[in-house]
């Protein structure tokens, strides 16, 4: 059902306004500092003056500048006519039965991502997208059928968790139990093909002067961008979990096509290499159950070969179907008889509860109506507006 939009403070909505500013949002402290300095502000002061700002987007989730008491009333007044601390708009605010929350947010350019909410008793996930649409074209998800439009800037991907911590009022950041514990980098697109806005918008939010998530709090799902794993590990940190689906080649390249460039071997070798994984650790390799395409005993036994030697836990997804999949889901018995070959081998294989299936926000359902916008239709928009 659809759920009612909070009525969140924003700056000056204006679109001729914003492609003025400089949305602050996205920014480290060094990047603060420097924009203040181009604004006109001494560095001694603008170094200071950064740390006050960090504070008051990334901790106490200020979007009005007028809300920051500890900066003087004149800066307060000044600091608008250069910057912003905008978020996207809230496009819709869908809420399942079974509680989960999906938004729909639109960026400055009109582009559109989703983000999902899985509330658990005292804690509960945010699934953020890291680029709109996505070009892995994996054959089981509804997000492949759409085209990569472009990836999402760092501003952009900590903005999903704003504007959820804006719905849930979980401002400023709480120190014990948070209604966003964890995120898991598994929504629109692939994050290690946008590496570098993806880590920076991470190490903010880990920054333990602003938001303040614990990287054993962080997952990043990827398909398999071999090159980037030990990066993400040596940088990051994070845990890492991986979108396997297949125990050979021949049917990983259907349903994860990047598989044709990094198959399985050569993914799995760059698992055993993870600089964070250890027995405490564990990747995880997550495995949709396709009837009839990767369900059978002989794949179970299979995947146990495959992960030998890899501190690992598998989550078993029945698959969420969508509109023209071509796909069913396996019977509950063709995964539970899967789940049993897994653990009595010795690694933990929990069958993942779909959540928000009915808003079509489970695994592998987001997908939004964003299209690339050729140059030519860019520049007319651009001109019609003025």
Request: charge should be positive; charged fraction near 25%; hydrophobic fraction near 35%.
């Amino acid at each position: 059902m659809d759920a009612l939009i909070p009525d969140v403070p924003a700056v000056n909505r204006s679109p001729d306004l914003l492609a003025i500013r400089k949305n602050l949002i996205g920014l480290t402290r060094e990047e603060i500092a420097a924009e203040l300095v181009l604004a006109g502000e001494k560095e001694k002061t603008a170094k200071m003056r950064s740390k006050q700002l960090f504070h008051w987007l990334y901790y106490q989730g200020a979007s009005d500048f007028d809300q920051m008491t500890t900066i003087s009333k004149e800066m307060r007044k000044r600091l608008p006519e250069t910057f912003t601390a905008d978020r996207p708009e809230i496009t819709s605010l869908q809420e399942s039965t079974d509680g989960t929350r999906k938004w729909l947010v639109k960026y400055h350019d009109g582009q559109e991502v989703e983000s999902v909410h899985i509330p658990e008793e005292d804690r509960g996930a945010l699934c953020v997208s890291s680029q709109v649409g996505c070009t892995l074209t994996c054959s089981f998800c509804h997000t492949g059928t759409m085209k990569l439009v472009r990836n999402l800037t760092a501003g952009e991907i900590i903005a999903q968790m704003m504007v959820a911590r804006d719905t849930l009022g979980e401002w400023p950041s709480p120190k014990g139990e948070r209604m966003i514990s964890n995120i898991v980098m598994m929504g629109m697109g692939e994050p290690l093909l946008n590496y570098d806005n993806v880590a920076k918008a991470l190490k903010i939010i880990m920054d333990g002067e602003g938001i303040s998530l614990s990287k054993r709090r962080i997952t990043l799902s990827t398909s398999g961008v071999v090159p980037k794993i030990h990066q993400c590990g040596e940088e990051l940190g994070v845990n890492l979990a991986i979108s396997l689906h297949a125990v050979t080649d021949d049917v990983r390249d259907i349903l994860v096509p990047i598989n044709k460039r990094y198959p399985i071997k050569e993914l799995l070798q760059a698992c055993k290499d993870y600089p964070s994984s250890n027995n405490a650790r564990r990747i995880t390799f997550e495995y949709v159950m396709l009837a009839g395409i990767n369900d059978s005993p002989a794949d179970a036994k299979e995947l146990v070969r495959l992960l030998k030697d890899i501190p690992a836990k598998v989550n078993l997804i029945p698959f969420n179907p969508w509109p023209g999949a071509n796909y069913q889901c396996s019977s509950n018995n063709a995964i539970h008889r899967f789940a049993k070959i897994v653990n009595d081998a010795g690694y933990s294989s929990p069958v993942r509860v779909p959540r928000g299936r009915d808003i079509m926000a489970a695994c592998g359902q987001l997908k939004s109506e964003s299209k690339k916008i050729r140059a030519s239709e860019r520049n007319s928009l651009q001109s019609a507006q003025g």
